[in-house]
């Protein structure tokens, strides 16, 4: 008896070892992490594009001054600028599909890259707006823009969680920008909200929502991926 234990015990040392496959839910949780850091990085990086051009287009209509010396890149931006920008790209994309899954409101509405391009398109063209066409006062540009900005939503987002965090990432952005501002690191010429000017939450708005609209689309790439290599297993 205890020679046939110890030749099945041997038999068992002989076999070469096979690594054991992951399970499902470790298998996911991995898929997910790793996504959701891509995700990131895409976001980053299109925020930081995103900044370099239309801050650009802010400087060369002397909507925006900054101190001679910061001015270091091509793009005539201070360094910090596509860095924040990016920074901020990054949360608000990563965000607005956390905040669908959290309200239990997954966002279907024209879920397709052709519109999300088409939502930056429209964004690319309130920011060009707000620097190339001349109105008879502030007034009136800042009405424009909110317009413009509340017709960006309901054309390609109109989700209220949507709604609600554009208006929250325009609060902060605007405060920020003020604080700024305030401390002489840039300026706005002939501000008349505070220390900027007064169109500037409509275009936080519309970038919040733009932003928006390709985290959403990057995080459901992810979901199909997802879905389709589950069935494949």
């Known amino acids: 008896m205890l020679l046939e234990i110890s030749e099945a015990m041997a038999d068992n040392d ?4 096979i690594p054991r496959k992951c ?6 949780v991995t898929s997910h992490n790793l996504n ?18 239309l801050n650009l287009l802010q400087i060369q209509r002397n ?12 793009f005539s931006s201070a360094w910090w600028v596509p860095l924040g920008c990016g920074t901020a790209s990054a949360v608000i994309g990563l965000l607005y599909p956390c905040m669908d899954k959290h309200l239990g409101e997954p966002h279907k509405f ?12 429209v964004f690319v063209g ?3 707006a707000s620097a190339k066409v001349d109105f008879a006062n502030n007034i009136q540009l800042s009405l424009t823009l909110a317009a ?9 987002d109109r989700s209220r969680s949507g709604f609600g965090l554009g208006i929250g990432i325009a609060f902060l952005a605007t405060l920020v920008t003020q604080l700024l501002v305030y401390n002489g690191v840039y300026q706005y010429t002939s501000p008349d909200f505070l220390y900027v000017r007064s169109w500037l939450p409509c275009i936080f708005f519309a970038g919040g929502i733009t932003m928006g609209n390709i985290g959403r ?5 992810e979901c199909k991926v997802i879905s389709e290599k589950s069935h494949q297993d």
């Open 110 to 121: 024209k879920r397709e890259w052709s519109s999300v391009m088409r939502c930056v398109a």
């Open 14 to 17: 002989a076999q070469p070892s």
């Open 148 to 156: 413009l900005s509340i017709g960006l939503w309901w054309t390609f």
């Open 217 to 221: 689309q990057l995080a459901m790439y």
């Open 36 to 53: 959701l850091v891509i995700r990131g990085i895409v976001l980053f990086f299109i925020g930081v594009f995103l900044a370099l051009v």
């Open 63 to 74: 909507v925006t001054l900054f101190p001679p010396d910061v001015i270091t890149s091509i």
């Open 126 to 128: 309130i920011n060009h």
């Open 23 to 28: 399970g499902p839910y470790i298998s996911s």
